[in-house]
């Protein structure tokens, strides 16, 4: 079975361009999350889909950030216009719709904004 | 605000030894505890859990210890091994819900051979 992906795994971009990173979960799985790590601090929890629906978006740093699940399947993350301070590591999860499964992470997609 | 902490950034043990791994957490509505693991360039992958009706948890050499009254947990193993150099995240949530996950900054652990 394959794990979560995403893509791409790294994204080097300049201050006030647009960045859409994607994230396909695990075949089934209803719940989606997005989390971000900033270097050296924790994984902060951006979002959950449950389906296609935002089940909690409270992560979500501002309005530059716009996430997606059309149809339930994969994700995008949107970022526009990128700043210096949305570099890090963005990762995604998922899981069943069985409660307090394990979510299972994505590698990760490197953002650096310069 | 951290909700969980993780206060030592990194630790190094010898080949054989026990390594334990300590977190705290502040907010009393987490129940439900979890310990993931992470090799640089890949994803955090789960490790192992508690739910605050145990004190204790134990999967081969990983044994997770939770003290609720001291909102305090800790992760054992024995013996390390060099494969189980990589950084610990501590993480919380609710229990009996997909509700997110909050985690603690990681400890880098290192085992020399």
């Known amino acids: 079975e394959a794990g979560v992906t995403q893509f791409p795994s790294h994204s080097v971009i300049e201050k006030g361009q647009t960045v859409t990173l994607r994230c396909d979960p695990i075949?089934?799985?209803?719940?989606l999350y997005w989390y971000r790590r900033v270097m050296g601090k924790e994984i902060k929890f951006l979002l959950h889909?449950?389906?296609?629906?935002?089940?909690?978006e409270s992560g979500m740093p501002n309005n530059r950030f716009l996430a997606e699940r059309t149809g339930g399947t994969y994700s995008t993350l949107k970022v526009q216009p990128a700043e210096l301070e949305d570099s890090g590591v963005y990762f995604c999860?998922?899981?069943?719709?069985?409660?307090?499964?394990?979510?299972?992470f994505g590698p990760g997609t490197r953002l650096t904004v310069l | 605000d951290q909700q969980v902490k993780q206060n030592s950034p990194s630790l190094s043990v010898q080949e054989g030894r026990i390594s334990i791994l300590n977190c705290d957490y502040t907010n009393s509505m987490f129940d439900y505890f979890l310990w993931y693991k992470k090799y640089p360039a890949e994803g955090p992958t789960f490790l192992i859990s508690?739910?605050?009706?145990?004190d204790k948890n134990e999967d081969g050499r990983f044994t997770v210890f939770l003290n609720k009254s001291a909102k305090h947990l800790s992760l054992h193993i024995v013996p390390s091994q060099p494969g189980d150099s990589a950084v610990y995240f501590c993480?919380?949530?609710?229990?009996?819900?997909?509700?997110?996950?909050?985690f603690g900054k990681g400890t880098l652990l290192t085992v020399n051979p």
């Open positions: 075949s089934g799985h209803d719940n």
């Open positions: 508690i739910s605050s009706i145990k």
């Open positions: 993480a919380a949530k609710r229990l009996g819900s997909n509700y997110k996950l909050t």
């Open positions: 999860a998922s899981s069943t719709g069985i409660f307090d499964n394990e979510q299972f």
């Open positions: 889909f449950v389906k296609e629906s935002k089940q909690d």
